[in-house]
């Protein structure tokens, strides 16, 4: 397995107390994979995606347990200055969502992209700028060779997520962590993207975990969906089986509750209440206060039922 | 929710801010002596804890008057300026900030235009000139000052009403045909209330330092007034005899400064984070 | 770019306009100099004379566009008190002075900018609390006192430093100190505060997940955002020592152009005056003119957007 | 049947600003009909905003008429333009930044009724409370401030504001895309039993195809300030004419594994307002584009749906 | 050396110095930095509008009548000079000394004279010309010798050292005054090598200075201007400089301390006093009492002590040194008791509130405190004073007639009587009645026909005994009916030096000439 997670818990020490953005989650990325981690905000699915390179916010976000192996590796007790040297950008890479926001906007777009090319000891000196042309070629980025002295703000949306793919993939990492790549571009431009993403992993092989609240992006991009909720995930299985035979009720009510185009015209049926708060979360199922078949046992915690075929939901209903 | 409010307060400088507050609004009862009561025989009586005594506890200055009574009734003229200064400076700055943030057009034009005059024109020699037009004294160092920070206040008032112009419950209150005197006194005032506050405060201590290099250049607060300035100025011709003359203004001043700075930069972390470049 | 540039020396042209006018008007009313030219003993006939010669009978308005007439071809009249040309007499000290307040803007940087960015990198740290005490000294203490005890300390006790002088290296020290440290404070928060919001953007985290040395993100990639709001308010600091040289110059018996002004108030030197605070106007103008055009330089988007 | 409710005719937008003139809206006429929904759909930058301002008396248009029940909204001085602003009202997108943090709910919601009437404190008190109970808030919710309440709940608060004065046309601009799935369906349902229940009628600012589909019964498919397509939702939704409607649905990520995406469909990237194409302004990404459309604008034909392209009718896929 | 002021009786004016001529002096060598704490304006006499010019053109140009380190008057460029009678109108008639020679090499004639004597009376060029107005005719007899027409009498000529300075007129007609200003030459003992101003000028020891005794001992002289106290104290002490001008008076005493150091304090050409409305009988200070309440309520020589460190020396109408001084005229003692009984007497038994007025500037050193001692003084006797402080060019109009009328209550004022001193400008300018446009009284608080007619008499007459009996005569009434104001005391003004340093101060330029400085060999 290419990644493997353990029931990972970080932690945000926040003024107000204790916020356990991610409680328990568990996942595996395989090689050539693409994982989709579906949820709302605040459902740690971002979270989730930053532990992994151990970007917490300074100060207060600490990973409290679990484990994370890349390759057998263990990356949770690696020493920061070992990460930067070896993982970050080395063997996992990362695509963030606003492409107008993730470039520097003062250096320009060789600088950027050769960075972590020169970090590495990927390439250097002469070779630097050839190895900057060729990631930018395959990105597809129009004549890449004369624009490396551009800057951000001269190229279009879709060009600057290009341009951060090409950041990202330039030391052909092994895993590449895409934070909603597509959520801040619009429906024409998204299409290209998720394009690209797809010819990426087909040319390096590398394994995939798409972090989206878009259910659509999920489904045209993933093998594999896991679907959060509060800080855990509440199922987990193969892409068609999430949006065939959706098992746990939060994917139901979440599938239930977008508009889908061509369908009929009717009322949506909507998931009533709000997502509980993290800081003292409820004991049990979390989103029992909001589930339509709510039963006693929901107060405690819910197993996770193995529905086969990798499927697997954390529900009283299924346990039953 | 209380305790959330009054977490990391500054209350060694709020403790500063409130004994010169105490002192300047305590008056002559407070003073161990007549602040002008000359006493030749006490010139350079030195601070109680050298070889003075604890009758004069900062010691005296070249006449001998009770430094610490001085230093008790400067604070006094620079609580007084400060408040005037501010009190004109922010409303004058905050009224035409507001009006050309919120109308734009030739009124912000002029504005701007002003403010650029304004800032052209060294404050220092303005201050100068001015002082030597009019009488020197306490009113002339409010004016000089308040022609000098008005702009200060209008920009930052006015870029805060461009931003909160943006906002959607100033247009909505636009579409629903709120009044433009209404929105100014419930949507925009109380959101620049804050950011005034913040301002207001950071700008004691520019005041009394202003106040001080003024005095300094003898076109500050005229005797019989004391100020903390004026004491400083006076006192650089003594200051191999008498250290303490200039050391304990000079000390009043920072230490006022530096309590209103420090409260001040609370206070905007805690109201205005925004402003944090100020 | 070239449009804006006119544009913007339009503007300053009309600054510098309207400033003279108020300068004119202001010193104007500040008190007739005859009284001071003149010797006690002068009979009444000899004063209206010298008023008469200095045009100072006319109307104000009169006066104002007779010297705007004259100041556009460079001459601003002769000093009362110097017997020379006010311009000859500004310029000469001009030098002195611009490079007193560069070296005070100098100091400033060379202190705000480590200071902010240790200040952001620890923030919270006792770096970060230190440093911004000892930044938010330099606004606690009026310069002349700062200036004061800096030549008691480093000139009479140690003997380290000369107290006055103009010319050598040395000599620029104690002057730039007191000048320079006021504007730290600010220019701290300024840097400290630029660089939180730096480290906390999106493409510093991207630089990051991407394995970049911590040392260059601070130093190299997150710096030269954080740069752009302190150069913006380089023009603002320029101007700030020009203003605190008319006090600090008369500490350090500098020959500079505030010195030369402040006594010029004094002796209601109208020439003088007119052509010294003309002259820092002008400075100020130019040097936001300077950064203006500088930004350019550390932020592509402004050199394309114009 | 009466006229239009709302009716925009060749409504032009300009700006300049210091880098040239943006042509945010060109020539643009819609209709819209009493108790139906129209939807502005259309790419960031499109121009659907500046029309919704415009519609809102927040901007003037710099040609066009608007006119509302036959009367010309820009001309509307005093009396009338109060009368306009009693309404038609307004639900934005970021429910943070369209509550004044500083004011209680109570207060935010009565502020359109004090605008125009003078009703006593416990008239006032009573309708706020209504208007809280149609959004399903408590009464009490009027006593607290917008930071005590989460973004859908806020979103709802701003409804009911709007709602306080009973208007007649209500703009919606991007109501529910600052909200999360869940908590938008619960919106886009109050949305719906609102108009229902007070016949209201509603202009929604879009740029999700399904919801649009969803919540619409006509649709305005805008690119770059001009109408591309326009038309009752289901007829342009089954048949759309215009190319760019088509790549626009085809670019859409169904949730649904077996469904493939067409990336052809839209070729490059969207011009700038700054410098729009001539001719059609799709042209230079069209798949179709033929010599005419680089040189001359194409006319809206059709009725009711209406598309501005060179290409045949008959001819068009 | 101070001492040596001390000893100063009443001024024997006329001496003749023997000169040798005999062998030429050795070249000087060697550099010199001095400090002075003000700066000259301009450098050519004729353009000079403050006192403070002397300080620099001082030592490079030269009159014909000077004064001695002792405040004798010698005869410098003027061989010998004397007044005479022709026909009932004054003639000074003037022979030149020979051998004297311009820094350019020109040789002084009466040309020279003549042509400065044109100078200052060209209102376009000086704004002395008043102090030529006396004059009629200037009548070159040969080179070297030359009379002034008077129309009237005018003491003051004779006063002020015949008022001429020796103007270089050849060079001045080829180069221009604009360039004289940038290279001027004189007959002094320093030579002009370079300026700048706010900063220093630098000067080189005149080889073939005409006077072989008395003239510099170093080569270079550079002078440094530093205003503020404590940097020219810190220049001196870091050995940047080796003479300063103005030792603070609060640091006179650790002056005095210091191993090889020398200082000295000299009196300035400045006379304090305070002055009051006498001339208004609604004025408090109408009534000749109250001005003599004042004058006992007033510890002068306490506030010399306390205030000014000792660097005051108290005077009575006249400065010792001064013509006309008075060693019998004695101050109205320090008597707060009498004055508390002169103020009932005037029909003020609780005293009263008057405003008084004080200079802030500080013209003359710790001047503002020394103001706040005179109106605590007064107070603590029942002349209650509200104190209102003045900025100098507040200051400056505040007395004068034609501008302010008359000042309710009492302020603290100054006039200096020159040195050695002679009271008649001063006096014509405030203790004569104010006469519209014809300069008397110019800033007079006082009214009274006698002591006008006794002024003008004065100002006309140029007999130095007959004016010295003169001015004792006005001296004494002035006092007794507190004239013109109170006059309180002179400063004194310390230089310091190293004692590698030969100095002997001469009364030009304010003490701040450089005629007799060296290094020791």
Redesign the interface.
């Known amino acids: 397995m290419l990644l493997s997670v353990r029931n990972l818990q970080t932690h945000l020490h926040l ?1 107000r107390g204790l916020l356990r953005a991610v409680d328990g989650v568990s996942l595996e990325v395989a090689e050539g994979e693409t994982l989709g981690l579906v949820g ?2 605040g459902s740690g699915k971002t979270m989730t995606g930053l532990s992994l ?1 151990r ?1 917490l916010p ?2 207060s976000g600490r990973i409290a347990g679990g484990s994370i192996q890349l390759d057998g590796q263990e990356l949770t007790t690696l020493s920061e200055a070992q ?3 070896d ?4 063997r996992i ?2 695509i ?3 492409p107008m ?8 777009i060789g600088d950027q992209v050769g ?2 090319l020169r ?2 000891d990927i390439a250097r000196g002469t070779a630097l700028r050839g190895a900057v042309v060729d990631v930018l070629r395959r990105v597809r980025l129009p004549s890449p060779g004369e624009r490396l002295g551009d ?1 951000p ?2 190229f ?4 600057r997520q290009r341009i ?1 793919a090409a ?2 993939i330039g030391c052909t990492p092994r895993l590449l962590v895409a934070d909603e790549p597509t959520t801040a571009l ?7 993207i ?2 690209l993403l797809r010819t990426i992993q087909d040319d390096t092989g590398a394994g995939i975990i798409l972090i989206t ?8 991009l993933c093998r594999r969906i896991a679907v959060m909720y509060a800080g855990q995930i509440v199922e987990t299985g193969p ?2 089986a999430i ?2 035979s959706p098992s746990h009720p939060y994917t139901q ?3 239930a ?7 009929k ?1 009717g ?6 209440g ?2 509980p708060s993290l800081i003292d979360p409820p004991t049990g199922c979390r989103f029992a206060a ?1 589930c339509p078949s709510r039963m006693a046992k929901c107060a405690e915690a819910p197993p996770v039922v193995d529905l086969g075929d990798g499927h697997s939901a954390s529900c009283w209903k299924l346990a039953s | 929710m209380r305790a959330e409010m009054f977490r990391g307060v500054p209350w060694l400088a709020l403790l500063v801010l409130a004994a010169v507050g105490i002192c300047a609004a305590g008056g002559e009862a407070l003073l161990p002596f007549e602040p002008g009561e000359l006493d030749l025989g006490a010139a350079f009586k030195p601070p109680a804890w050298i070889s003075g005594d604890w009758a004069s506890p900062l010691g005296a200055d070249n006449l001998g008057r009770d430094i610490l009574s001085r230093i008790m009734a400067g604070s006094r003229v620079s609580v007084i300026v400060a408040f005037y200064a501010i009190l004109f400076s922010g409303g004058i700055g905050a009224v035409a900030g507001m009006v050309a943030g919120y109308f734009g057009g030739w009124v912000d034009t002029v504005l701007m235009r002003l403010i650029e005059i304004q800032q052209s024109v060294p404050a220092i020699a303005l201050a100068l000139i001015l002082a030597a037009a009019l009488e020197p004294g306490l009113p002339t160092v409010v004016l000089v000052i308040v022609l000098t920070y008005w702009a200060w206040y209008a920009r930052i008032i006015r870029g805060e009403i461009m931003a909160l112009k943006g906002r959607d419950y100033i247009a909505f209150a636009r579409v629903a045909g709120v009044g433009t005197a209404r929105i100014f006194l419930r949507h925009l005032l109380p959101n620049i209330f804050n950011t005034l506050v913040v301002l207001a405060t950071l700008q004691v201590g520019q005041v009394i330092l202003f106040e001080a290099s003024l005095s300094f250049l003898g076109l500050g607060i005229q005797q019989p007034d004391i100020s903390w300035g004026l004491m400083l100025a006076d006192a650089r011709q003594y200051i191999t005899n008498a250290w303490w003359a200039i050391t304990m203004p000079g000390i009043a001043i920072m230490l006022t400064c530096l309590a209103s700075n420090i409260f001040g930069d609370w206070l905007r972390d805690r109201l205005d984070p925004h402003l944090r470049q100020l | 770019m070239l449009r804006l540039f006119g544009r913007r020396l339009l503007q300053g042209l009309f600054s510098i306009i309207g400033a003279s006018i108020i300068i004119f008007v202001i010193s104007r009313l500040s008190g007739d100099p005859i009284v001071m030219m003149l010797p006690n003993d002068a009979p009444l006939s000899a004063i209206e004379e010298m008023r008469r010669t200095l045009g100072l009978d006319r109307p104000l308005w009169a006066q104002y566009l007779i010297f705007i007439q004259h100041a556009l071809v460079g001459d601003f009249g002769n000093s009362y008190r110097w017997k020379m040309p006010a311009l000859q007499l500004i310029m000469d000290r001009l030098p002195a002075t611009i490079e007193l307040a560069v070296c005070g803007l100098l100091f400033s940087v060379a202190v705000a900018v480590p200071v902010g960015v240790m200040s952001a990198v620890n923030r919270g740290g006792w770096v970060d609390r230190v440093g911004r005490v000892f930044a938010m000294l330099g606004q606690a203490m009026p310069a002349f006192w700062v200036g004061l005890l800096l030549i008691l300390l480093f000139a009479i006790q140690l003997n380290w430093l000369p107290a006055f002088g103009y010319g050598s290296a040395s000599q620029f020290v104690l002057p730039a100190i007191s000048l320079g440290w006021y504007p730290v404070a600010a220019q701290t928060r300024i840097v400290r505060s630029a660089m939180l919001d730096v480290l906390d953007s999106d493409h510093i985290r991207l630089s990051r997940a991407l394995g970049t040395p911590e040392r260059l993100i601070v130093w190299k990639y997150a710096l030269r955002n954080a740069a752009i709001p302190l150069l913006t308010m380089l023009g603002v600091y320029f101007a700030a020592m020009l203003g605190g040289a008319f006090v600090v110059e008369t500490i350090f018996a500098w020959p500079g152009v505030g010195r030369t002004v402040v006594e010029a108030v004094f002796a209601r030197d109208f020439p003088v005056v007119q052509a010294g605070v003309m002259f820092t106007s002008i400075l100020f103008v130019a040097s936001n003119l300077l950064v203006d055009l500088s930004y350019g330089l550390v932020d592509p988007r402004i050199r394309d957007a114009r | 049947m009466s006229g239009p409710m709302l009716e925009l005719d060749g409504v032009t937008k300009h700006y300049t600003t210091r880098r040239g003139v943006v042509r945010a809206v060109e020539s643009v006429s819609l209709a819209v009909q009493p108790r139906s929904t129209m939807a502005l759909v259309g790419e960031s930058g499109c121009g659907k905003t500046t029309l919704a301002r415009m519609i809102l008396q927040l901007e003037r248009p710099t040609a066009g008429a608007i006119r509302f029940e036959g009367q010309d909204v820009a001309a509307m001085r005093g009396a009338a333009l109060q009368a306009y602003r009693r309404e038609v009202m307004a639900v934005f997108q970021d429910p943070y930044s369209s509550l004044n943090p500083r004011l209680r709910v109570g207060t935010i919601i009565a502020e359109p009724v004090l605008a125009h009437e003078r009703p006593s404190r416990a008239e006032l008190d009573k309708r706020v409370a209504e208007v809280l109970d149609v959004v399903g808030l408590p009464a009490t919710a009027a006593r607290l401030y917008p930071h005590e309440f989460s973004g859908g709940q806020r979103q709802r608060i701003a409804i009911a504001r709007a709602l306080a004065l009973r208007p007649r046309l209500m703009v919606l601009d991007e109501p529910v895309s600052a909200l999360d799935v869940s908590i938008r369906a619960q919106i886009l349902n109050l949305l719906a039993d609102i108009q229902a229940e007070y016949g209201l009628t509603y202009l929604i600012i879009a740029h999700d195809l399904a919801l649009v589909e969803h919540f619409s019964s006509d649709v305005a498919v805008i690119y770059l300030g001009c109408v591309a397509e326009t038309g009752p939702t289901e007829q342009v939704f089954a048949q759309p004419r215009h190319p760019y409607t088509q790549a626009l649905l085809a670019a859409v990520p169904l949730p649904d594994p077996d469904h493939v995406l067409s990336e052809a469909a839209a070729l490059g990237e969207i011009a700038s307002a700054l410098d729009p194409p001539a001719g059609c302004r799709f042209h230079p990404r069209c798949p179709h584009a033929m010599d005419i459309c680089r040189t001359t604008r194409p006319l809206a034909a059709g009725s009711p749906h209406i598309t501005a392209c060179h290409l045949p009718r008959t001819s068009l896929p | 050396m101070a001492q040596s002021l001390q000893r100063i009786a009443a001024a024997a004016v006329f001496s003749l110095p023997f000169l040798a001529h005999a062998q030429a002096p050795k070249p000087a060598t060697g550099s010199l930095a001095v400090a002075f704490g003000a700066e000259a304006t301009v450098l050519d006499p004729t353009h000079s509008s403050a006192g403070v010019d002397q300080y620099f053109f001082g030592q490079m140009f030269e009159q014909l009548v000077r004064t001695g380190p002792d405040l004798k008057r010698l005869n410098w460029l003027a061989e010998t000079w004397s007044v005479q009678d022709a026909g009932g109108k004054p003639v000074i008639d003037i022979h030149l000394r020979k051998g004297v020679k311009f820094h350019n090499g020109d040789p002084l004639t009466s040309e020279d004279f003549e042509y400065a004597f044109k100078r200052q009376s060209d209102k376009k060029i000086s704004i002395w010309t008043h102090l030529q107005a006396a004059v009629e005719r200037f009548e070159i007899v040969d080179p070297l010798h030359f009379r002034l027409h008077f129309k009237e009498g005018d003491g003051s000529y004779v006063a002020s050292d015949l008022t001429l300075w020796a103007m270089p007129k050849r060079y001045m007609e080829k180069v221009g005054d604009e360039a004289f200003e940038r290279a001027p030459v004189g007959t002094g003992p320093w030579k002009f090598v370079s300026r700048s101003v706010k900063e220093e000028i630098r000067f080189e020891a005149f080889d073939d200075y005409w006077n072989a005794e008395q003239r510099p001992h170093v080569k270079n002289l550079t002078i440094k201007v530093i205003p503020e106290d404590l940097t020219r104290v810190a220049a001196f002490k870091t050995g940047a400089v080796d003479w300063i001008d103005a030792v603070p008076p609060a640091m006179t005493e650790e002056f005095k301390k210091l191993p090889g150091v020398v200082t000295a304090s000299y009196v300035a050409p400045n006379n304090m006093y305070i002055t009051m409305d006498s001339v208004t009988p609604e004025s408090k200070f109408y009534d000749v009492r109250v001005r003599q309440a004042l004058a006992h309520a007033i510890n002068v020589d306490a506030i010399i002590k306390g205030v000014l460190f000792g660097q005051g020396q108290r005077y009575v109408e006249v400065g010792i040194g001064e013509l006309g001084y008075d060693p019998d005229l004695k101050p109205y003692p320090y008597d707060p008791k009498k004055a508390r009984e002169l103020l009932k007497a005037a029909g003020y038994p609780n005293g009263f509130d008057t405003p008084c007025y004080n200079l802030t500037t500080p013209r003359e050193p710790y001047q503002k405190e020394v103001g706040e001692a005179y109106f605590a003084y007064a107070s603590a006797v029942g002349i209650r004073c509200k104190v209102v402080g003045m900025e100098y060019g507040t200051w400056i109009s505040f007395g004068r007639r034609e501008r302010q009328g008359y000042v309710d209550g009492l302020y603290s004022n100054m006039w200096g009587h020159g040195l050695p001193g002679d009271p008649g400008t001063p006096w014509a300018g405030h203790l004569h009645s104010y006469v519209p446009g014809k300069g008397w009284g110019a800033t007079s608080t006082y009214s009274d026909p006698e002591m006008d007619a006794l002024v003008e008499d004065l100002k006309r007459e140029m007999d130095i005994p007959k004016r010295e009996a003169l001015i004792k005569k006005i001296a004494r009434i002035k006092h007794e009916r507190v004239a013109g104001g109170l006059t309180t005391y002179r400063p004194l003004v310390t230089f310091a030096w190293r004692d590698k340093v030969t100095f002997k101060p001469w009364p030009m330029a304010f003490w701040r000439s450089m005629q007799e400085i060296g290094l020791k060999q």
């Open positions: 003024r709302e905000s390179l970007l300074k100060g990460l930067a040297r993982i970050r950008g080395r890479a990362m963030m969502q606003d926001t993730s470039l520097n906007p003062v250096f320009s960075s972590p970090n590495h800057y703000h001269q279009s949306g879709g060009q951060v950041m990202a619009d429906v024409t431009i998204q299409v290209q998720i394009n609240h878009d259910l659509g992006v999920a489904a045209s892409v068609r949006y065939r009510a979440l599938l509750a977008i508009p889908r185009l061509g369908a015209r009322r949506l049926t909507a998931i009533a709000q997502p909001r």
